[in-house]
Antibody, heavy 115, light 112 residues
Framework: EVQVLDSGGHLVQPGGSLRLSCAPSGFTFSFYAMTWVRQAPGKGLEWVSTIAYDGSTYYADSVKGRFTISRDNSKNTLYLQLNSLRAEDTAVYYC?????????WGQGALVTVSS | DVVMTQSPLSLPVTLGQPASISCRSSQSLVHSDENTYLNWFQQRPGQSPRRLISKVSNRDSGVPDRFSGSGSGTDFTLKISRVEAEDVGVYYCMQGTHWPRAFGQGTKVEIK
């Protein structure tokens, strides 16, 4: 059974940094692209970033230059480094498996950016 | 960037009646590999999103056959043949053809 586990919730000050992690299981992690999608409180889904199986990375303009997606295939873990955080980055961050489509999703990690 | 536009944004439905959600993209979603990467996701209250349909009309394992997807190019539809109470939630279309990826605004399905 495929499972995707996100890291827990976090409270960060504006301008601060944070690293989210995601540890999927039940499939060969290195074979798949992985993606982060976020959802601000009461809002819709927003694609954030994707890392392909070969390490190629893609970012939404809203996070480009501030967020970095990476993966450690030896640890079966996906990361999202969030820097220069703003209030508008407050959201639940979901880790999901896939490149063109997302077939398995984590439970989400709440990131709150507030002073 | 591709913009995904859903309608309606709110859909009150009577139990057992059909429901239909439209999704339009600002550009064709036909990929150079000839696939059309249009997906539909369901998000029940308090839950993570769940994929229902990929590549326009391919229903995921375990998704009831009352859900169906259709369309081509820039115009797509999700249909529920007979709405059940467990179908309450928000439905999103999403294009996986172009960068950046994009979701529609979401359609909230509720029971009348």
């Amino acid at each position: 059974e495929v499972q995707v586990l996100d890291s827990g919730g976090h409270l960060v000050q504006p301008g601060g940094s944070l690293r989210l992690s995601c540890a999927p299981s039940g499939f060969t992690f290195s074979f798949y692209a992985m993606t982060w999608v976020r959802q601000a409180p009461g809002k819709g889904l927003e694609w954030v970033s994707t890392i392909a199986y070969d390490g190629s990375t893609y970012y939404a303009d809203s996070v480009k230059g501030r967020f970095t997606i990476s993966r450690d295939n030896s640890k079966n873990t996906l990361y999202l480094q969030l820097n220069s955080l703003r209030a508008e980055d407050t959201a639940v961050y979901y880790c999901a498996r896939g490149y063109y489509t997302y077939d398995h999703w984590g439970q989400g990690a709440l990131v709150t950016v507030s002073s | 960037d591709v913009v995904m536009t859903q309608s309606p944004l709110s859909l009150p439905v009577t139990l057992g009646q059909p429901a239909s959600i439209s999704c339009r993209s600002s550009q064709s979603l036909v990929h150079s590999d000839e696939n059309t990467y249009l997906n539909w996701f369901q998000q029940r209250p308090g839950q993570s999103p769940r994929r229902l349909i990929s590549k326009v009309s391919n229903r995921d394992s375990g998704v009831p056959d009352r859900f169906s997807g259709s369309g081509s190019g820039t115009d797509f539809t999700l249909k529920i043949s007979r709405v059940e109470a467990e179908d309450v939630g928000v439905y999103y279309c999403m294009q996986g053809t172009h960068w950046p990826r994009a979701f529609g605004q979401g359609t909230k399905v509720e029971i009348k």
